[in-house]
């Protein structure tokens, strides 16, 4: 999913997995976009049924009947920006709460 960069060579691992994380964090943003337009906005503009997704890569035109399979690559996104996070932490690991 990473953006075609002619100076990818000089990039480090974490500058990779960084780079990731971006572009998945964008595609999540562009389909929270496009779950809101169908389920709120569309509503009250008289029920759109098309939407286009521009993520700076591509564009795709979704219909409101893939409204569901938005909702589980959104699911598999946030999954996705999780693991990302936890390689790019200086640490590794996953963060802990402590309780108060």
Same mark, same amino acid.
Request: aromatic fraction near 10%; glycine fraction near 6%; charge should be negative.
């Given at each position: 999913?990473?953006?075609?960069d /002619? +100076?990818?060579?000089?990039?480090? /691992? =974490?500058?990779?997995?960084?780079? %990731?994380? $971006? $572009?998945?964090?964008? &595609? ?5 976009? *496009? ?5 709120? %906005? *569309?509503l009250?503009? !008289? !029920?759109? @049924? ?5 993520? !700076?890569?591509?564009? @795709?035109? #979704?219909?409101? +009947?893939?409204?569901?399979? =938005? ?5 598999? &996104?946030? $999954?996705?920006?999780?693991?990302? %996070?936890?390689? #790019?932490? /200086?640490?590794? !690991? *996953? #963060?802990? #709460? @402590?309780?108060?």
């Open positions: 999913m990473a953006l075609i /002619p +100076s990818f060579n000089n990039d480090s /691992p =974490l500058q990779f997995w960084e780079d %990731e994380l $971006n $572009n998945a964090r964008r &595609l999540l943003y562009e389909i929270e976009k *496009a779950i809101l337009y169908f389920t709120q %906005e *569309a009250s503009s !008289g !029920g759109v @049924q098309e939407y286009t997704i521009d993520t !700076g890569q591509d564009r @795709q035109t #979704v219909k409101r +009947s893939d409204l569901s399979s =938005l909702y589980i690559r959104h699911k598999e &996104l946030l $999954n996705i920006i999780s693991i990302l %996070e936890t390689r #790019v932490r /200086p640490a590794g !690991g *996953a #963060v802990r #709460v @402590q309780p108060w």
